[in-house]
């Protein structure tokens, strides 16, 4: 079975301070890791994903992502919070690749607001 | 990336009527899946949408309560029937692009259904 965990509903930032947005995931097989950004009254924007490769990952707006495979966790980070980033965030897992393995299994959210 | 549009943004309806949410996007793509966010919760995969066959139910979803169709490569519906308070929910639609990966989706704005 898949899952994935977002243990803090709400995430509290100083503007300028870093953030982390926690995520852990269970998965059959490798993991393939996502995290999406939902704006108020707008759809999910896809921020960067783990396939193979270099553990850290680099998406848009200046986030970043790590996984660490023996703590089975993708954190997303980003080193100086802006306002704007204030947002729903999203991640997701899945376990397939290609046609067969459509599922994209998603955490619960974590809401995250910059204070000023 | 790819530029989806949902027809209607939101709506509010009786019991026991059915909506039809429609989803249309700016280039052929091969996968289209939908999705339902209830309230205060995570993303839920109902079905993707096949063209030209019979789409394909997560379990927990029947054709008979959220019939789908996909007539060609860039459009689909998700009809929600006999509807019931428990319904109300935002549905998205995504999209996966080919050449690209299948991992990758990209979401429409979704649609914010409220049943009475």
């Known amino acids: 079975a898949q899952s994935v965990a977002q243990p803090e509903d709400q995430v509290n930032v100083a503007e300028g301070n870093p953030l982390t947005v926690k995520c852990t995931y269970s998965v059959s097989g490798n993991p393939y890791l996502f995290w999406y950004v939902q704006y108020p009254n707008r759809g999910l924007q896809f921020l960067l994903k783990y396939i193979t490769g270099d553990n850290l990952v680099k998406g848009s707006y200046g986030f970043e992502a790590e996984f660490n495979k023996s703590q089975t966790s993708f954190h997303l980070k980003k080193p100086s919070a802006l306002v704007s980033d204030s947002a729903l965030y999203f991640c997701?897992?899945?376990?397939?690749w290609g046609t067969g393995a459509n599922n994209l299994f998603f955490g619960t959210g974590t809401r995250l607001t910059v204070i000023p | 990336s790819a530029v989806i549009s949902q027809k209607p943004s939101r709506d509010i309806c009786q019991r026991g009527t059915s909506l039809t949410i429609q989803c249309q996007v700016d280039s052929q793509v091969t996968m289209m899946f939908w999705y339902r966010q209830q309230p205060g919760q995570s993303l839920t995969l109902i079905a993707t949408?096949?063209?030209?066959?019979?789409?394909?139910?997560e379990s927990g979803f029947v054709i008979d309560k959220f019939p789908i169709s996909r007539p060609n490569l860039t459009f689909s519906t998700l009809t929600v029937s006999n509807m019931s308070p428990e319904d109300s929910s935002i549905y998205l639609c995504?999209?996966?692009?080919?050449?690209?990966?299948?991992?990758?989706?990209?979401f429409g704005p979704g649609t914010r259904l409220t049943v009475l």
């Open positions: 997701a897992v899945r376990s397939g």
């Open positions: 995504s999209v996966g692009l080919a050449g690209i990966s299948y991992n990758e989706q990209f």
């Open positions: 949408a096949n063209q030209g066959s019979e789409a394909t139910y």
